[in-house]
């Protein structure tokens, strides 16, 4: 099992700024993607944005020019820099990891989530 830890989180007013953290822990050979996922209240998840381990990103039309995905592969952290926030942004933000690890002696894949960060976004 991979351990993701989110921080980040928090309050802030519209038009303001967040960045989000994830790092991610255990017996890893390797991350091929991470990603941002978001949940609001009676709403289904959804895409924010993912990176490959190449840098290669992909994100939500919602959040297209207004947030940024990185990640430091040394480190199997992801970062997502979040401007111009809307009150629609608000959701808690959930971490998830793709790769390749090892778990009781054997290599398997892995497709894990972490706790996930809440960020409110007040009008």
């Known amino acids: 099992q991979v351990r993701l830890v989110e921080s980040g989180g928090g309050l802030v007013q519209a038009g303001g700024s967040l960045r989000l953290s994830c790092a991610a822990s255990g017996s890893i050979f390797s991350i091929n993607v991470m990603g941002w996922y978001r949940q609001a209240p009676g709403k289904q998840r959804e895409l924010v944005a993912t990176?490959?381990?190449?840098?290669?990103?992909n994100y939500a039309d919602s959040v297209k020019g207004r947030f940024t995905i990185s990640r430091d592969n040394a480190k199997n952290t992801v970062y997502l820099r979040m401007n111009s926030l809307k009150p629609e942004d608000t959701a808690v933000y959930l971490c998830?990891?793709?790769?390749?690890?090892?778990?009781?002696?054997?290599?398997?894949?892995?497709?894990?989530w972490g706790q996930g960060t809440q960020v409110t976004v007040s009008s």
């Open positions: 990176i490959t381990s190449g840098g290669s990103t």
């Open positions: 998830n990891a793709q790769g390749v690890g090892t778990f009781m002696k054997t290599i398997r894949e892995f497709d894990d």
